[in-house]
């Protein structure tokens, strides 16, 4: 039997940290519906996913708060805990404090206005919103004060605790390239591999590509190929866990050499094995791999 629907209730004081929570739930993958008025909850819920969806089921926040429209902090207790009492959903509530002071100097900073109070002082719309919200604060099952957070440090813990599995996991791509056709647009990380022994020199492997065995071996058989791979595998090693936890959702690694043809996808392929090993599921593909192979585009062979 499948869990519930996950839910969760994102509110709090204007300018806690709000807007950078749910955005960063959105980059994990779940659903996110800010400010929607209370009375449309219901019809929501109710709601077919989109189209192409269908048996996903990606968790869903909805953020909530003093500005939205028909806010009554006690009808939404009540409201969840009925959704709660018919067991469809598992519900819970995040609420962002943050200290009055910290908040006013916030305001401060960027200029901007308190939404209830737009022709006074900041703080006095802060202490009107946290009475307007105290019975949502005692209720809510979790509680961060960010006070003293960067909304990098936000983003962080919210990723740390609300990630799911198969939801917003990180999409790596391994690509191959050839330089003479330009780089590829999306790549994060570029590596040229021209330095390697080119196959397309010798007669027999140039209508061959990097996928075949002859033309791997002799990429291979280049002194410099086993230093330079270990170093190149290590370093992707370092760095694509780092950007998955800075909450990259897209992650594209590209290797390039003269034609596309044959050291790049070489490498490709090679790399995106070892990552596969190491527990990620990259995707391959080679750009120009079908590209005919042409002497004006590789130069000239160097040492051969």
């Known amino acids: 039997m499948n869990p519930p629907p996950e839910i969760l209730l994102v509110t709090g004081m204007s300018g806690a940290g709000k807007s950078t929570v749910l955005k960063t739930l959105e980059d994990l993958g779940w659903e996110v519906v800010d400010n929607l008025p209370l009375s449309l909850l219901d019809r929501l819920l109710n709601a077919l996913p989109p189209e192409g969806t269908e048996g996903m089921h990606r968790p869903l926040a909805l953020g909530i708060g003093a500005r939205t429209r028909d806010f009554d902090a006690a009808q939404v207790v009540a409201q969840v805990e009925r959704l709660r009492a018919k067991g469809r959903f598992e519900i819970g509530t995040l609420f962002l404090d943050c200290d009055s002071d910290e908040l006013a100097r916030r305001y401060d900073e960027t200029r901007r206005r308190h939404p209830l109070a737009l022709d006074r002082p900041a703080r006095d719309g802060i202490e009107r919103e946290r009475e307007l919200l105290a019975p949502l604060r005692h209720w809510a099952n979790r509680l961060i004060d960010t006070g003293k957070f960067s909304a990098n440090t936000l983003a962080q813990q919210i990723r740390a605790v609300f990630s799911r599995a198969g939801v917003g996991e990180a999409i790596v791509s391994v690509t191959s390239f050839g ?63 780092r950007y998955i936890a800075e909450g990259k959702s897209y992650i594209t690694i590209a290797f390039g050499c003269t034609g596309g043809r044959h050291r790049s ?7 995106a094995e070892r990552l596969l090993n190491a527990g990620f599921s990259p995707t391959v593909t080679h750009r120009d791999l079908a590209a005919a192979p042409q002497d004006a585009l590789e130069g000239h062979p160097i040492g051969q």
Do not use: C
């Open 265 to 271: 996808v070489h490498v490709a392929e090679r790399v």
């Open 179 to 241: 330089f003479a056709r330009g780089l590829p647009k999306d790549a994060d990380l570029v590596f040229d591999m021209r330095f390697l022994r080119n196959p397309h020199w010798d007669a027999v492997l140039r209508p061959g590509t990097g996928l075949d065995a002859d033309v791997s071996a002799y990429i291979a058989e280049d002194p410099a190929y086993a230093d330079a791979m270990r170093q190149i595998e290590d370093l992707l090693l370092l760095l694509v866990p």
